[in-house]
């Protein structure tokens, strides 16, 4: 069963704007993690957000998570074209179901 | 450079045929998963090993099978059994036991049915 659904499933974005990612999910959880996914490649890990933290930055990257909405959302800004990737959340399900549960990924397109 | 090499990239399967997809790593990570994924999917979970000699069925264990005889290995086995094999196999590893920490991915095996 998929714990986390991405939404919007695609985004087309042109360069140096910014782009959003949502991620929803079921449980309640102890840690949200986002990743990315050239395609034909492995996922890469991006930054992981504990359930008692609100928002966390990365570079271009900001996460935040609403524990009360169930939701996350992935920011990049002034994105490039080497940021045309898949972009999956995976949560960990409270411990509960011991595995890492990932979401059907969004993918984003960045026009040059 | 310290990582998880899989291999082949790509396999060929012939019907009622075993084929054993490679995941090794050499970051002494002591857990290690196989995923599978299928187009414009999420992973799924196989297979994980949390210890050497110990390993555990994910959500589609069947017609598939695994060992982990040594830390640095965790292959994976296709079997005739699986009906639907065609995917994208991911192996990841991870420092500690349990699923909170993050994941290291190898960079897949695609495998297809002849």
């Known amino acids: 069963s998929q714990q986390g659904e991405e939404d919007p499933q695609a985004l087309s974005i042109q360069e140096g704007e910014n782009a959003t990612m949502n991620c929803s999910y079921k449980t309640s959880i102890n840690n949200l993690q986002w990743y990315r996914q050239n395609s034909g490649r492995g996922l890469v890990h991006l930054i992981l957000?504990?359930?008692?933290?609100r928002e966390k930055h990365s570079g271009r990257l900001r996460v935040t998570l609403d524990t009360s909405k169930k939701s996350s959302s992935l920011l990049i800004t002034a994105s490039r074209a080497a940021d045309t990737a898949s972009y999956f959340c995976a949560t960990d399900g409270d411990g509960a179901t011991n595995k890492l549960i990932f979401g059907t990924g969004t993918l984003l397109a960045v026009q040059p | 450079d310290g990582g998880i090499t899989q291999s082949p990239k790509y396999l060929f399967r012939k019907e009622g045929q075993n084929v054993t997809l490679s995941c090794e790593q050499n970051?002494?990570?002591?857990?290690m998963y196989w995923y599978r994924q299928d187009p414009g999917q999420g992973l799924r979970l196989i297979y994980y090993?949390?210890?050497?000699?110990?390993?555990q069925k994910g959500d589609i264990a069947e017609g598939y099978s695994v060992s982990r005889e040594k830390k640095e290995s965790f292959p994976l086995t296709v079997t005739s059994a699986q009906k639907n094999p065609t995917a994208f196999y991911l192996c990841?590893?991870?420092?500690?036991?349990?699923?909170?920490?993050?994941?290291?991915f190898g960079s897949g095996t695609q495998l297809s049915v002849l």
């Open positions: 090993s949390q210890i050497v000699n110990d390993f």
């Open positions: 970051l002494n990570h002591d857990a």
């Open positions: 957000i504990r359930s008692n933290e």
């Open positions: 990841a590893s991870s420092a500690q036991q349990g699923f909170n920490e993050k994941l290291f």
